[in-house]
C-alpha cells in the first residue's frame, strides 16, 4: 500500500488529503478511500505547521471518497449532512465502517489498546475529519474523553482512539465505561 499525503496552503485555506492506493485489494472488494479535511488559515501564523496543525473546531468541510463497485463522495459542511436509521456491521475500513454508521446508524470504535495506547487512527487526517462529518450529521465524536475535534494535534503522525456514532450510543458508551472522564461541552 503507498500512503501519500498532500497538504496546500493557500492564502485563506488548508486542504489536507490522504489517498490510499489499494489497488490490490480491489480484487477482493475492499473499497479503496481519500479522505479530505479543508480548514480555514489561522491569522497571524508564520511557519506553515502551525496551519497544519490545529483543532478539528476549524473545519469548515470534510469528505471522503470510495472508489469500488460504486462510487460516491460524502461531503460535510457547516449546514450538516444526512442521517439514517440503526444497524451493526463491520468491514474493517474506517471510511466503509463510518460511512455504514452514517447510512445505517450505529457507532464506529477504534479504542485504544494496551499496544496501542495513544490508538491506531491518526488524529489530524483521518480521526479529525471523520469526526467533523459525523458532527455535522448530528452524531457525537470521543476520543474516551472530549470531542475529538477539541483536540489540539501536536504532531502530523499523532494517534488517538476514536469513537463516533450516534450521540445517544457515545453517551451509552460512557455509561458502561466508568473509568473514561467526560468533558462534552
Do not use: W
Amino acid at each position: 500500500m503507498v500512503r501519500q499525503i498532500l497538504i496546500v496552503l493557500s492564502r485563506k485555506y488548508i486542504d489536507l488529503n490522504e489517498e490510499k492506493d489499494c489497488f490490490n485489494q480491489i480484487f477482493i472488494l475492499i473499497i479503496l478511500v481519500l479522505y479530505l479535511a479543508y480548514g480555514k488559515k489561522p491569522d497571524n501564523v508564520d511557519e506553515p505547521i502551525d496551519c497544519i496543525l490545529q483543532g478539528g473546531e476549524h473545519l469548515r468541510c470534510s469528505g471522503y471518497a470510495v472508489y469500488g463497485s460504486a462510487c460516491m463522495l460524502v461531503l460535510a459542511t457547516q449546514e450538516g449532512v444526512n442521517e439514517k436509521p440503526f444497524a451493526n456491521r463491520y468491514v474493517g475500513s474506517m471510511v466503509a465502517d463510518v460511512h455504514r454508521t452514517l447510512m445505517y446508524g450505529g457507532v464506529f470504535m477504534y479504542p485504544a489498546t494496551k499496544e496501542a495506547q495513544d490508538g491506531k487512527i491518526r488524529l489530524l487526517y483521518e480521526s479529525i475529519a471523520m469526526s467533523y462529518i459525523v458532527e455535522k450529521a448530528g452524531g457525537a465524536s470521543s476520543n474516551g474523553q472530549h470531542s475529538i475535534l477539541k483536540i489540539q494535534p501536536q504532531h502530523i503522525h499523532q494517534r488517538s482512539p476514536v469513537f463516533l456514532g450516534y450521540k445517544e450510543e457515545i453517551e451509552k458508551l460512557y455509561q458502561q465505561y466508568p473509568r473514561h472522564t467526560r468533558a462534552h461541552e
